[in-house]
């Protein structure tokens, strides 16, 4: 198994050497990515031939028309309207990556926030394909069920605590949060979830209890564990998922090219946001990164492959 190289002039708390890990030899088999359009169903009813902002037929006068009409009309609807993918963590540094790469890949995008005020302000280009609502993920699936309401066929979670005065913060956000908004995607039928996570969440069973990253994260209210529970509820919940625990993350632009290992392999390294968000909005829709859990890391002696081939290298469990 390959091993992340120790760079010293990383400043990373990500850093030790290695030790023996514990591999899990379970397999689940193959499951099957499906998609859901349901929002779909409601945009029958716009119109697509006036110039205006679309306006609702009304049913009757739908049924005056004929069944040829509302097939060619529908038909029309479905290359008009664009895929919603819902975004928690908007504001973040990695979130709001998330968000301009999709938009720029032509998704709309419903950014969730805390605080709109400072939502404005984070993104530079409004338009009507970035819509905004205020959710914080720890007060329960309701709310989000709302939030994240019938017309977004994803959820891309790229929440992370803010440091505060309430220890259990961390908790709260990292596990309880994201469990909230798993529940979510249950009660509305959403079947695709992309999480930020981290490596070393399970870095206990990986024999890195001792990695100075592992042992701060973890004083520092337990995030790892929180970050490793809430994988675990996504594994569970039966909704296609693709984990992703990126290395120690920059701000600075992608530099080296990206490496992808299967869970619990890597325990330090670094890579930029922006390169994180790259991988979080391909995993979107490519069939192999299904069921997956995946750790990454950017390294400059790392050969160029595609997506497909890195997703595809790695194995569900
Ligand atoms: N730092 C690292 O080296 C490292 C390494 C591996 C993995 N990670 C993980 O990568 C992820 C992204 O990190 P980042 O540094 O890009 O994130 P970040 O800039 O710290 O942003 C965190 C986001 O989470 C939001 N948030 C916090 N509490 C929330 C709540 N209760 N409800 C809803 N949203 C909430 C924040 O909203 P506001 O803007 O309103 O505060 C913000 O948008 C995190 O999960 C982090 O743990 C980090």
Not at 78 to 101: C, D, L, M, P, Y
Not at 221 to 228: N, R, T
Request: proline share 6%.
């Amino acid at each position: 198994m390959k091993q992340a190289k120790h760079n010293p002039s990383d400043s990373s708390i990500f850093s030790q050497p290695p030790s023996p890990m514990i591999r899990r030899t379970c397999y689940l088999s193959a499951r099957h990515l499906h998609h859901h359009h349901h929002h779909h169903h409601c945009s029958l009813l716009f119109s697509t031939t006036s110039p205006e902002p679309p306006k609702f037929h009304s049913l009757k006068s739908i049924k005056m028309e004929g069944a040829n009409e509302i097939t060619r009309e529908a038909k029309e609807n479905v290359n008009q309207t664009k895929r919603k993918i819902f975004v928690a963590g908007a504001t973040g540094k990695t979130g709001k990556s998330i968000v301009e790469q999709l938009l720029a890949k032509g998704f709309e995008v419903k950014a969730a926030v805390r605080d709109l005020a400072k939502a404005r302000a984070t993104f530079s280009k409004h338009g009507p394909s970035l819509q905004m609502v205020v959710a914080d993920v720890t007060e329960g699936s309701d709310k989000l069920v709302q939030a994240i309401g019938d017309d977004s066929e994803a959820v891309i979670c790229a929440t992370g605590f803010r440091p505060g005065l309430n220890p259990f913060a961390p908790w709260k956000v990292e596990n309880l949060g994201t469990v909230n908004l798993v529940e979510a995607c249950r009660k509305l039928g959403v079947q695709r979830f992309i999480l930020i996570s981290s490596i070393l969440v399970n870095g206990a069973a990986m024999g890195q209890m001792l990695n100075p990253a592992y042992l701060y994260l973890n004083i520092f209210g337990l995030i790892l564990v929180a970050k490793h529970k809430a994988e675990n509820h996504i594994r569970k919940s039966g909704i296609n998922y693709t984990i992703i625990r990126p290395a120690a993350l920059k701000n600075e632009p992608p530099s080296g090219n990206l490496v992808m290992e299967p869970e619990d392999t890597l325990y330090d390294g670094t890579i930029s946001r922006d390169l994180v968000a790259e991988v979080a909005v391909e995993a979107l829709d490519l069939p192999e990164a299904s069921y997956k859990v995946v750790e990454i890391v950017s390294r400059a002696d790392a050969p160029k492959r595609t997506y497909e081939d890195l997703f595809g290298s790695i194995k569900q469990k």
